[in-house]
């Protein structure tokens, strides 16, 4: 987890100094990322437990992975905004966890709005916190 924040400290200071992003509230809104970063992190480590309880062997991490993350990427726009998809494609996009964690770092990012001011989107990305960990337990083993 600590390599992870200070993989997200090292992105956002790159885009401040070098790209010339604008941090609105200044600490606030950086230390605001952070703790998103860490509640991405938290949630996104879930799915981690997930695959390596399901995956029978080292060689078939990979593809699982993949059939996890690739959608989130493409499809919680993270790359293309969610209104750029076909209609019947964005219920799908608005049920991703990465969305809502996505649409919570450019409220903060870019609206400058705070912690308290994004709780619907923490809410859904706590439950689905639950939902991944409550796999997760059934599906990890120790081995």
Known sequence: MSFAILGAMFIIGIGHFAFGFTLINGLETFLTMLLLSAIGLVLFMGFGFIISGL???????????????????????????????PAWLQPICKILPLTYLNDAMRKVAFEGLKIYQILPQLGIIALWTVIVYTVATKTFKWE
């Not at 062997?57 to 209104?83: K, R, W, Y």
């Open 55 to 85: 995956a029978k062997s080292e060689s078939t991490i990979p593809p699982l992975a993949n059939i996890i993350t690739l959608p989130q990427f493409l499809l919680s726009g993270t790359f293309f905004s969610v209104e750029a998809f």
